[in-house]
Every structure is written in C-alpha cells, then in structure tokens.
C-alpha cells in the first residue's frame, strides 16, 4: 500500500499521550503543537450564509475552518465551515502528485480544530486525529498538510475534533488516475449525502446518554400485538414480546437517530431546495457518492435508472448493475447510469429508519423535476437479525448481568420466514465471547449464532421488488493485493448498551482500552462479531481491510466495513504504515461514547 520512504516519515510522527488524546477527543482541547504556524487573529462569524464549495484542483490549497451560518429548516444556526462552505470544497487531486495544504483554524479561541483525509494513504502524523497522530490545531494557528498520492478514486475529508463533522466540516475529494480508468463516462457529478440538526452536536449527544431512544417513535402498539397474533399465533407473538421486553429493547429501533432529529442533505441541499445535476441523453453519466452522515445509513435509489457499480471505497470493482444499494457512513460508492427517454430522474436516498430521505434530481435541463417516491414501510428488527434465530437460548445468561433474564423461550421463536436469502442464517455453531464481556455492566446483549450475511441485503431492502447490492455482489477488479495468508488472527466484538448509550469493543471503551499491537509488514486477519443490535459501519485509519468471502477468500477492498447487528465478518491486514491509527465505529456518537481503539503498527523488537 505504501512506499517505504513513507516509513521514515511515520516515524517522524508526533507521538501524543493516551490521556492526550482522550482529552481531545471528549473536551476539544489539548496542547499546541510546535509544528503549527501563528495565523492572524479570527474574526467575527461570517455575515454571508455558507454555500456549497466549489472545486479547487492542483496540488497547493489554503483551507480556512470557520464558523458560518447556515439556514436548512428555516432557522438561522452556526455551523463550521471550510472556505464558507457546507460542504466544504470538493478536492480534486492527482495520483502520483504530492499535495500541500495548510489548514488554518479560525474558530473561537480555545476551539480545537482537525482534517482527517478518510482513506487516504498517508504517513500517521498526516492523518490528522487529534491526540493520537498529532496535537490538533490550536485556534489562531495552522497546520501544514504534505502527502504523496498513491492511489485514486473517490474519497471525502472531515474534521476529527470533537463533533465538528456533525457540525458541517465535511467535503469529497477525488484522485485522478495516471492510467485511464477501466469504464468510460462522458460526465459526472459528486453526490455528498449528510445529516443536520439544528441542535448543537454535543447537546444532541448529551440527549443520546440521557434519552437514547428520543426519535425511536414507531415502538409497537396493541394494534401491533393483536394484528401479530392473527398472522403468526398468539403464543408465537406474545414469545416475541416477552423476549423484547426482557431485553429493554423494542425491533422499531434501527438508528439512534433520524429524520425526527435531521434534515437530509444532498451535496448541501435540502430535498425541498432539490440539488440539480444536468445531463444530456445518452451520456454516461459518473456519479460519485459519498456518505458524510454523522448516523446515517442511506438506501440510495433512481427510479426509472440502472445503477451500475464500478468502484466501492475508491477501489475499482468488477461491474454489477443494481436498482438500489444501502451505503454506510463514511462508505463511498461510484456508479454509471445512463439516463434517456425522459428528462428528469429523482435520486432518492431514504434513511434506514425509513423517516425521511435526501433527494436530488438528474435533469436534461435547470428547473426540471421528477416524481418523488414516497419511503417504503417501516422494518422491523428479529431475533434472526440479530443472530439468534434458530437457537434456543439465544442468550448466554452469565455474561450479563441484567440481561441474563431472558428466558429460552423467547429467543428464537421467529423463524424469518419468507426472507428469500436471509431465511435460515441463524443456523450456526455457538459463538464464543471474551472474558471481558462477562457480567458486563455496559453489554445488554450478545449474538449466539452469527454469520457472514455477505449476500444479504439488508433489513428493509429484502424482497423489495427491486435488485440491491450486497457485499457479496463486490469483487474488486484486482486478485489478492499481498498474497499471503495470515500470521495470526484478531477477533473483537462490537458490543454496548442502548438504555446506558455505551459502545465498545469486547465490552472495554477506549479510555480503557489497551492498544492493538501489529508489527509492521506482517499480515492479519481481523474477524469483527456484531454483538449488538444496531448497524455498525467500521473504518480503520491508514491501512487497507481486504474483506474476505464465508470461506475466507479475498473479496474487496474497503477502507470502511459495514457490520449488521448479528453478522460475523472477517478482513486481511497488511501492517505496512508504521505509527498510531484510529480504529472505530463511524457513527459519530458511537465513536464518542467508547466504540474506538488505537492500532499501533511498529518495528519488530
């Protein structure tokens, strides 16, 4: 993945404390660094609202992180910006070119600020997470970005201090190949989907330890029960209601937070205000999609379109032609539709939660608008989804305290049946836990039967009429990228607690967490076990993750891996960038409340 000179340069990174980097992490604060450079004082709030950026090209950029104001709902709130724009600036580079870039922080004094190029090869004191590869950017100081490209694709950037990505710091970047791409297109637009609050992010996330089912507002009613009965037997529905209940969650929770909290964002625009990007018939037309939600999973649709996938996480994929595709936070998709025969299309992206959507329209000409479609119904979760289908006691009782009263009965009583694919997943050895999960106070659940679900599309995408991407429909266009099997294997658990809003891995948040140690050049495979009930998107800073098929062989390469509540998946690491790297769940909030660890890639001893 990287040059050795890069080796050198890694090592030359800062090396922060781990009391450091928890405190910038949590409080936005930490101390400056010698190699920033003073700026000029920041002034007052920008008068102007912000816009979307524009494209800035070459290899030299000032990127200047302020606070703007902003208006999506109808009321004026601040923001933080780069150069005034929400989102920030596309960025479009070329492999092969080193690029310089000073990021200055022109908040309010005392606010800490950072870029992170997500995806990005680039030696650790470039990646910009405050505390771990270097200290921040002080307010009224800059930092001098220099990297080498090495690869191409589509990628985005966003700040990693505190919750400033929630708060508009993000925006796309793209890398232009030095030899042509393997598909032809004669146009493209960037299609950046995000998530807005009103709120101030850490009040939002203040809410979510207090109150963390706030937007869970469809929980079932007696009407429910009574219609549940009829279709599946009483004794059948009121099982699956006591194993609900025994657990203190309900199957209506899929996202912690949603369109009740959120406008949907596409490239900067609310659906009313409806993004705009032109096309004339017959082109090929490149749409380079990018989630930049903070908690957004998007299912990503254009009625009337073929969709087909040609690059997933910036890395070029055998073609395959969908109707629709879920993508998770900090996932990038590239896709080629052909749009004729009418002069508008909608591009619809629902959230998960199925209460409300981002839209935009591919348009022959400005001003022209297609059908909107209205969200599909509401999912809900099973015991199948979350790995428990099919086992009697889906529970193992002494791992958790509080939970360990949920009876036999209850945890496998629906059978999922009628989901295609899905059907039957559960079926499986036990799965085994880690001793730190045991009597865990932040744990309300584990998965007893998990699987790799590769070909699984997904809760609320199965059986929808419409042809959606799975994992397992990805292949990357290139064999295995090292060739060698694994020296040995990693297993971590994601786990937490919904009532406490506590995510971790293997029940230990990151201010306790011991670091990852991997010895540069070796190869690992890392097997993720989703003992939770939420979708989890994981991205680990600086280093490639090769997923593998059920039967271990290479699949595609991704820099973020999406984990299903119940799901087992494994990835090939090549530890070949020394230094410290984030490793965490990239639902913001998630991160923030313990889903986080630190690798560290060193020398040999």
Not at 65 to 85: E, H, K
Request: aromatic share 8%; net charge negative.
């Amino acid at each position: 993945m990287r040059s050795p000179n890069n080796r050198l340069l890694a090592e030359a990174a800062a090396s922060p404390s781990r009391r450091t980097f928890v405190q910038g992490l949590f409080l936005g604060g930490v101390a400056a660094s010698t190699g920033l450079l003073r700026i000029p004082e920041a002034g007052a709030r920008e008068r102007l609202l912000a816009a979307p950026g524009a494209t800035l090209l070459g290899t030299d950029f000032d990127l200047n992180i302020g606070s703007s104001l902003v208006n999506f709902t109808g009321r004026t709130r601040p923001a933080i910006t780069v150069n005034n724009s929400l989102p920030a600036p596309i960025l479009r580079w070329k492999e092969g070119d080193t690029v310089t870039l000073r990021v200055a922080n022109r908040l309010p004094s005392g606010v800490q600020t950072s870029i992170h190029w997500h995806g990005i090869l680039l030696p650790a004191n470039m990646d910009g997470v405050p505390g771990m590869s270097f200290d921040g950017i002080q307010g009224g100081e800059a930092y001098l970005y220099r990297f080498n490209l090495v690869q191409s694709g589509t990628y985005w950037y966003h700040s990693h201090s505190l919750h400033q990505e929630q708060a508009g710091l993000y925006g796309a970047i793209i890398v232009d190949p030095i030899e042509p791409a393997p598909y032809a297109w004669d146009r493209e637009h960037v299609v950046l989907l995000s998530d807005w609050t009103d709120m101030d992010p850490s009040a939002l996330f203040r809410r979510l330890k207090k109150m963390p089912e706030h937007d869970n507002f469809y929980k079932r009613t007696v009407v429910d029960f009574f219609r549940d009965a009829r279709q599946e037997g009483m004794s059948a529905a009121i099982a699956d209601r006591k194993a609900w209940g025994r657990m203190r969650m309900t199957p209506t929770d899929l996202s912690d937070v949603n369109a009740h909290t959120y406008t949907y964002l596409m490239n900067g625009v609310t659906p009313a205000n409806n993004w705009t990007g032109e096309f004339r018939s017959g082109e090929k037309v490149l749409l380079r999609f990018i989630n930049a939600g903070a908690m957004t999973y998007f299912d990503v649709r254009i009625p009337g379109l073929k969709m087909t996938v040609v690059a997933a996480d910036g890395q070029y994929v055998h073609p395959v032609t969908v109707d629709e595709f879920r993508i998770g936070a900090a996932e990038t998709y590239d896709v080629i539709v052909e749009p004729s025969g009418q002069d508008a299309y909608t591009i619809f992206a629902q959230d998960m939660g199925r209460t409300g959507y981002a839209r935009g329209t591919l348009s022959a000409r400005p001003g022209l608008e297609a059908p909107v479609p209205a969200v599909d119904p509401r999912p809900l979760l099973t015991m199948d989804d979350m790995g428990h289908g099919g086992m009697m006691g889906g529970m193992d009782h002494s791992a958790h305290g509080a939970m360990g009263s949920m009876d036999h009965a209850g945890a496998g009583t629906d059978s999922h049946s009628g989901h295609g694919a899905h059907a039957g997943h559960g079926a499986g050895t036990m799965q085994s836990h880690p001793a730190s999960e045991t009597n865990n106070p932040l744990i309300d659940m584990q998965t007893m039967s998990p699987s790799h679900r590769l070909d699984d599309p997904g809760i609320g995408l199965r059986d929808n009429g419409r042809n959606v991407l799975t994992y397992g429909a990805l292949r990357s266009l290139f064999g295995d990228p090292d060739g060698r099997d694994p020296n040995r294997d990693i297993e971590l658990h994601l786990t937490g607690h919904m009532e406490k809003f506590a995510w971790q891995f293997d029940g230990i948040p990151f201010a306790s967490a011991e670091p990852l140690r991997l010895n540069y050049g070796e190869r690992v495979r890392i097997t993720l076990v989703n003992d939770t009930m939420m979708q989890h998107p994981i991205h680990l800073h600086g280093l490639w993750s090769d997923v593998e098929d059920a039967n271990g062989n290479f699949m595609v390469r991704k820099h973020t891996v999406d984990m299903p509540p119940g799901t087992k998946r494994s990835y090939r690491v090549r530890a070949d960038a020394l230094g410290r790297w984030a490793y965490h769940c990239h639902l913001l909030y998630h991160m923030d409340a313990g889903m986080m660890r630190e690798v560290r890639v060193e020398e040999r001893a």
